[in-house]
């Protein structure tokens, strides 16, 4: 199971296209309410999710865990014990990390992305600490995906169905949403 946190703040494209895109490629996402079940997103769009983190004590059927970006979203992504524990047991166990805009900074200021090829939103290089920072819209190295920002959501989604079930996956999910391959 993938799970896709929703932080009060967060960026509304990063995280509801990324969904939407996975589960297009066949794959299950629960997103997870930091905080609350309707969470608000960084411009006033507020989103239902099928969980909260309160509700989310069983992580053994965890395959990977999403973080979108957005402000104050990834402060509050960063600042959550329920991230914290999935984000740890996601990278000990060798899960799926997957982060987009400033989220690639939660992984990244722990040293997680240490010698691995990854992007985040300008001005969050610094804290990508030992990470190989590179100039693509999205990237994958190893169990780590990472993008830049909301205008490459699909892209990112699709890395992420291309992760789990190949690149042909991902380009017929493109192919259907109608985006460049």
């Known amino acids: 199971m993938l799970y896709c946190f929703f932080a009060p703040g967060f960026e509304e494209i990063e995280a509801v296209a990324t969904v939407d895109t996975v589960r297009r490629g066949g794959l299950e996402v629960v997103t997870v309410g930091v905080g609350s079940r309707t969470v608000t997103g960084a411009h006033g769009i507020p989103v239902v999710t099928d969980m909260t983190d309160a ?3 069983d992580l053994s059927d965890m ?8 402000m104050p979203g990834t402060l509050n992504l960063d600042k959550s014990e329920c991230v914290e524990r999935a984000l ?19 992984p990244g200021k722990r040293g997680m992305l240490k010698g691995r090829a990854a992007v985040c939103y300008d001005g969050f290089e610094e804290q990508l600490l030992g990470a190989l ?13 990472t993008a830049r920002g909301a205008g490459v959501a699909i892209e990112f989604g ?8 190949g690149r042909e996956k991902a ?9 460049k391959e």
Not at 63 to 70: A, E, F, Q, R
Not at 133 to 145: K, L, M
């Open 171 to 179: 380009a017929s999910v493109a192919r259907s949403m109608k985006c």
């Open 133 to 145: 920072p590179c100039d693509r819209r999205a990237v994958t190295d190893g169990p780590f995906i």
């Open 158 to 165: 699709c890395e992420i169905v291309a992760y789990f079930s």
């Open 55 to 57: 509700d989310l004590t």
């Open 88 to 106: 740890r047991g996601a990278f000990d166990n060798g899960k799926l990390i997957a982060a987009i805009c400033a989220a690639p900074s939660i």
């Open 63 to 70: 395959t990977g865990v999403i973080l979108p970006g957005g």
